[in-house]
T-cell receptor, first 115, second 107 residues
Framework: DGGITQSPKYLFRKEGQNVTLSCEQN?????MYWYRQDPGQGLRLIYY???????QKGDIAEGYSVSREKKESFPLTVTSAQKNPTAFYLC??????????????FGDGTRLSIL | LAKTTQPISMDSYEGQEVNITCSHN???????ITWYQQFPSQGPRFIIQ???TKVTNEVASLFIPADRKSSTLSLPRVSLSDTAVYYC????????FGTGTRLLVSP
């Protein structure tokens, strides 16, 4: 069954620690995305990648980093520089970025909390 | 980027038809209109997409007038399980999620 897998579902972090969220897709999609969602709000784009070894900053990239070494994987690191990391993080993929008629497919998210 | 405006919330009852309208006055020629559904603690799920006129699938219809400055998502005969947040997105290169419309379906 094709889809996007995010892990873990819940993650706790101590202040000052970096933490990495996993996102894997087996849809053979070229483009992948990371969004952040705060309570009662819409999704905000953190980073996106159109192809392996390439990625672009979204609207709220400060305090985050990504890598795209493999087509199926797009991990997100929340660094200690991110002052308010508590949020729901969503990963998505699409056939290719910039194809407006190709919808994005989403994982079920990782909820990150600060201890 | 085309900005969208939707009602913050809507209420309905089981079995009724629900129409959610989205305004996107500065939609660009290349932009598509896409609707997503999101349940609490889950990722958004694609519902329907269109460019102009009317699109229908097994779960919804999307009505787009000739000027494309608005669109209406129509959910026929809603059930309790349709209670969710519905997002209207307009774009081609990049998608921007607004705060969506919170639909509450009651018995």
């Amino acid at each position: 069954d094709g889809g996007i897998t995010q892990s873990p579902k819940y993650l706790f972090r101590k202040e000052g620690q970096n933490v990495t969220l996993s996102c894997e897709q087996n849809l053979n999609h070229d483009a992948m995305y990371w969004y952040r969602q705060d309570p009662g709000q819409g999704l905000r784009l953190i980073y996106y990648s159109q192809i392996v070894n390439d990625f672009q900053k979204g609207d709220i990239a400060e305090g985050y980093s990504v890598s795209r070494e493999k087509k199926e994987s797009f991990p997100l690191t929340v660094t200690s520089a991110q002052k308010n990391p508590t949020a729901f993080y969503l990963c998505a993929s699409s056939i290719k970025q910039g194809s407006g008629n190709q919808p994005q497919h989403f994982g079920d998210g990782t909820r990150l909390s600060i201890l | 980027l085309a900005k969208t405006t939707q009602p913050i919330s809507m209420d309905s009852y089981e079995g009724q038809e629900v129409n959610i309208t989205c305004s996107h006055n500065n939609i660009a020629t290349n932009d598509y209109i896409t609707w997503y559904q999101q349940f609490p603690s889950q990722g958004p799920r694609f519902i329907i997409q269109g460019y102009k006129t009317k699109v229908t699938n097994e779960v919804a219809s999307l009505f787009i007038p000739a000027d494309r400055k608005s669109s209406t998502l129509s959910l026929p005969r809603v059930s309790l399980s349709d209670t969710a947040v519905y997002y209207c997105l307009v774009g081609f290169q990049k998608l921007v999620f607004g705060t969506g419309t919170r639909l509450l379906v009651s018995p």
